[in-house]
Every structure is written in structure tokens, then in C-alpha cells.
């Protein structure tokens, strides 16, 4: 596990953007698990801006590691977000494009993903394996959307799982742990003061860290890596 702390949320995100870039550079096809919610925003206007002539993007194929189970036009919707900030500046092949179906029945969606996923990409003995999954961790501790109350998801057989947020009770559909810790490459973005408690109680393995899903990730084979701003990192040691 490799941290990297940066000044604030932009400097993670050109850091990021960089590391990105140099992903697939030997790589004739490259599947990328994006994640929702604000710090992934700043580093897609960054990709977009300042990397895009560096990547070919005809190469990425592009999932969510979660997805709100909303409509594709909701401004819930991760998918909606990502076209906002990075399709809609970027020449991105629509077939690389593999949006969850937020706006179909919950767990017959989380049944096609995971099929999907079979299908789609290498196998890790026998999971699927991403090349890169992005992860956000929320002030909870959930990750995907996983969160604390529903912590069992995570050592779930499926490759993909239907959740429920605790506090507004929206379902998502998320990828779980066997498929996270398959992944070749694994990339936490955590900005804010507010993330700060539960990262320095699983960097530091406090008691009971382990009941923050973001503490299982550990990739079988591949690398793990936090991206932080000060905000994020203040008292890890
Ligand atoms: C989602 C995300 C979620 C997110 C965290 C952190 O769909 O909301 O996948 O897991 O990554 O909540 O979000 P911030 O980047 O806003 O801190």
C-alpha cells in the first residue's frame, strides 16, 4: 500500500491525472472501475482539461464500481456525472461505455453487471479483473457502496450486489469486495477533513477499523494506493 498526500483536492487530482496517463501505455485494452461522488468531479475536469491529448482514450473501457439506482438523466446519477465532466469533453468510444442501468429493477441489474463483468474482462482466478478500480471513501467508511450496516456485501460471492444507503434509503448497485480486491491496480481519491477520523483508523489498523468497509480493500495481487489531501491525512503519523 503506497500513500501519496497532496496539498488539496486539485493537486490529488492533477497527481492522479498523471498517474492515470501512464496506466496503459503497453496496453492494447484497459477496463477502468470509476466511482461517484465529489473528488472524482475535480480529477475528471482535470483529466479532461490538462491529459487529455496524453491518453488514447479509444483504448479505456469504462464501468462504475456503484451506481445510484436512478435514471441515467438523474443529477444522482454517477454515469450522469461523468458525462458531465469528462464524455462530453473527450473523444470516448459510446461501446466503451458500460453505465450500470440505474433506472432498471435493482437486482436483476446488479445480475446483468456482474454478468457483464464475466464477460467483458480478464479473469483473476476466475473474478473478473479490472485494470484499475477508483475508489472514493465516504465519512462512514463505506466504499462502492458498501457501507458499515451492510458490511456482509463485501464477502458476497456475486461480483455485484444491490445496496441501500442508510440515511436515504436510495438503493445503488455496487461491485463487491472479491471483485475490488481482484483488481490490478487500485486507487483510493479521499479529500476532506471529513474522511479524516476513518483514515487515519485504517491506515493506522485502530480498534474495530475493520468494520469500515474501506479498510478490507487489499488487492490479492495488484497494487493499492490513497490518494489524499492534508485535509484527509491530518493525523496519520
Ligand atoms: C458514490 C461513491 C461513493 C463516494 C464516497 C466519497 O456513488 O457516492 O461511489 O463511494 O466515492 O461517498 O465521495 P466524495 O468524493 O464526495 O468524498
Same mark, same amino acid.
Given at each position: ?98 453505465? /450500470? #442501468? =440505474? ?6 441489474? @446488479? ?6 463483468? *464475466?464477460?467483458?474482462?480478464? %479473469? ?9 478500480? /477508483? #475508489? =472514493? ?6 466504499? @462502492? ?6 458490511? *456482509?456485501l463485501w464477502?458476497s %460471492?456475486r461480483n455485484c450486489e ?12 455496487t461491485i463487491t469486495g472479491k471483485i475490488i ?57
Amino acid at each position: 500500500m503506497e500513500l501519496k498526500i497532496y496539498k488539496d483536492k486539485n493537486e490529488v487530482a492533477q497527481h492522479f491525472s498523471a498517474y492515470f496517463s501512464e496506466l496503459f501505455k503497453d496496453k492494447s485494452t484497459f477496463h477502468v472501475a470509476l466511482s461517484g461522488g465529489s473528488t472524482p468531479k475535480v480529477v475528471f475536469d482535470v483529466l479532461a482539461a490538462d491529459f487529455s491529448s496524453k491518453i488514447d482514450w479509444t483504448k479505456i473501457h469504462f464501468y462504475w464500481g456503484d451506481e445510484r439506482c436512478v435514471p441515467p438523466s438523474d443529477d444522482e446519477s454517477n454515469y450522469k456525472m461523468t458525462m458531465e465532466h469528462l464524455f462530453s469533453k473527450i473523444d470516448v468510444p459510446k461501446e466503451n461505455i458500460h453505465r /450500470i #442501468l =440505474g433506472e432498471k429493477e435493482p437486482l436483476l441489474e @446488479a445480475m446483468r453487471y456482474g454478468g457483464l463483468l *464475466e464477460k467483458n474482462l480478464p %479473469s483473476q482466478n476466475g473474478t473478473p479483473q479490472f485494470d484499475l478500480v /477508483i #475508489l =472514493g471513501m465516504g465519512d462512514d467508511g463505506h466504499t @462502492a457502496s458498501i457501507f458499515p450496516h451492510e458490511i *456482509e456485501l463485501w464477502d458476497s %460471492s456475486r461480483n455485484c450486489e444491490v445496496a441501500v444507503h442508510p440515511d436515504s434509503g436510495q438503493k445503488r448497485v455496487t461491485i463487491t469486495g472479491k471483485i475490488i480486491n481482484a483488481a490490478s491496480q487500485v486507487a483510493f481519491l479521499v479529500t476532506g477533513s471529513g474522511k479524516a477520523e476513518k483514515v487515519k483508523a485504517i491506515i493506522e489498523k485502530q480498534e474495530d477499523f475493520k468494520k469500515y468497509p474501506a479498510s478490507l480493500v487489499s488487492p490479492d495481487s495488484g497494487n493499492l494506493i490513497w490518494f489524499l489531501d492534508g485535509d484527509a491525512a491530518t493525523g496519520i503519523s
